[in-house]
């Protein structure tokens, strides 16, 4: 799909994370090895459902942002790498949980856990990874941390059967749906980003300041993802273009090109997401109504407000490497749809 | 079944929860206030899936020892609430991931939420009530508390993969069975136990104390719970006779059974078991085997065992009628089976 897209402030270079891996580096050798650790258990089963999760491929951004928002406040210590290792579990549960109620059967290009293990496994092997998050936030102490992170899992919850909720009903207006990804995707994002101001013990703007950071470069990143189901390849992405789609999956793409359409045309989507009317023939009408009204470049402009609001929300802070890094990884986030 | 059961100190008056009951009413009011407060949500589908199960008519047995156990050791204030309320919640998403992943149909004689609102719902209102559960326990600010019952929901999540590797296996041992029930039951009696002497700064000594009286009630309240699927009524109980048996739940009274039995009846059993011939003319089968064999009387010997290291562990506590309504539960739980 041949979008253009204004970047922010890296308009003649291509957007990378590599600086936030590139600092980071170290911090994530510890974060993988705890990993391994804590996802480790004498019923075989559990390290085996969570490696096959944990080693696909995922890019753990959300770690990152951990250790990164930790370091740009200056903190010394090993609490960074427990938090970033618990947020990076709570992801993992998530998606675990997710691939049930989804009923999907691939993620990142490989079999989901459900389809090797079964529902059961992915349920319980969720839970366990959830309790030792729980346990490893605990052992760095911080109550404020702790707060931040179990409020987080109860908001992400809620999103998603929020979602359910919504689930193939064309009605879903533009602010549902931001509800739901606010809650299902960036609160995660922003509370990745918050807990490390909070050990490093900066003052209440910093905190916030990650925190608004977080939340809406998450909201970005969620925007840019079902941009992608519509336009990336699977090569890429590790699922099919389409794949929501066929779900009955509401998103923004949808709901423009809903709302702008004929008194035909969104009976076309009524069938097709509410009357599971979404084979191959379906979706090319469906791309052609999206192109037609605009409703991916709408979506990444979308993206880009919110990716406004994350690079406000930092300007106060020095300037560091890390601060930078931080700053391309907004870009880096939209600039994933080329 | 008429099997005779040897009661501890209470031989001639019928052992009753209801000690327990009356000592901790006001304290239970405002742990059902909090449960229906906590468990809100604008999300309707919230609140109508946790009023389902919570509304259900379980005992509360966990949540009442907690206040038991922190009054016990003179405790004034209100964390005691929180914690019950956070016991009964992790109690209420165990159960809803339960269903969804042993497939039930029926609890308590009603039908399982997943049969009203989908495997979807129960999952994710699960993981919606843990999150709230470790909310409130942040609230309490007890880092304490908050490990015990951390580290609970781990055990109890790694007990649940663990019963799913040893299903349908008949060469599951006693020693696999207790590593499971150990995990799933009474690691959540434990935490609920010790996390009353925990906020009431009670010695190390009070601690270990309740923790092992949890631990041991927990595992003689899952015993008997084996027992009650092969003997007791489902008027009682809200399920019917043999619904382990046709789930091929492997328990106790099967093991026994299965260990003691000759060749062609071992046979019986696995194709019972393993093999899913579990219809009525098998279970009567089954039942006629576990009699043989005094399966049952002897799952509650183990229970009266368990039981009797419940009391032993609250014997150097000071008298109270905290302690007498706590060893009394100790009976109630085995005289369940008349």
């Not at 406040?73 to 609490?79: A, E, H, L, P, R």
């Not at 049930?100 to 490989?110: A, C, I, P």
């Not at 939340?215 to 389409?242: E, P, T």
Request: charged share 25%; glycine share 8%; with cysteine.
């Amino acid at each position: 799909m041949g979008v253009v897209i204004p970047l922010g402030e890296n308009k003649n270079k291509q957007a990378s994370v590599k600086p936030l891996v590139d600092l980071t580096s170290s911090g994530m050798d510890r974060v993988n090895q705890l990993i391994l650790s804590k996802a480790g258990s004498d019923v075989q089963m559990i390290p085996e459902v969570a490696n096959h999760l944990i080693s696909s491929g995922g890019k753990r951004l959300r770690p990152m942002l951990t250790l990164a928002s930790a370091a740009m406040f200056g903190y010394q210590g090993d609490s960074d790498v427990k938090l970033a290792t618990s947020v990076e579990f709570m992801h993992t549960a998530t998606l675990l949980h997710d691939d049930v109620v989804d009923e999907s059967d691939l993620r990142r290009g490989k079999s989901t856990a459900r389809i090797i293990w079964g529902n059961q496994a992915s349920v319980l092997v969720g839970d366990f990874l959830l309790g030792q998050a729980f346990k490893m936030m605990v052992e760095v102490g911080s109550l404020d941390a702790l707060d931040v992170l179990a409020t987080a899992a109860s908001v992400i919850a809620e999103g998603e059967v929020l979602q359910l909720s919504v689930a193939k009903n064309m009605e879903t207006t533009e602010d549902d749906y931001l509800q739901v990804i606010r809650a299902k995707t960036a609160a995660l994002f922003a509370a990745a980003s918050e807990v490390g101001p909070i050990i490093a013990n900066a003052d209440r703007a910093g905190r916030n300041a990650l925190k608004s950071y977080g939340m809406n470069l998450g909201l970005a990143f969620q925007l840019v993802d079902d941009v992608l189901d519509y336009g990336g390849k699977a090569a890429d992405l590790g699922k099919n273009v389409g794949d929501d789609f066929r779900e009955g999956k509401i998103t923004l793409p949808v709901i423009l090109a809903y709302r702008r359409g004929t008194q035909e045309e969104r009976q076309f989507w009524r069938d097709a997401i509410e009357g599971g009317e979404t084979d191959a023939a379906q979706l090319e009408k469906a791309l052609g109504l999206i192109s037609k009204y605009g409703s991916l470049g709408d979506t990444i402009q979308r993206a880009l407000h919110y990716g406004t609001i994350a690079r406000d929300a930092l300007a106060p802070l020095p300037e560091s490497a890390w601060k930078d890094a931080l700053l391309e990884v907004i870009d880096f986030c939209v600039a994933r749809i080329n």
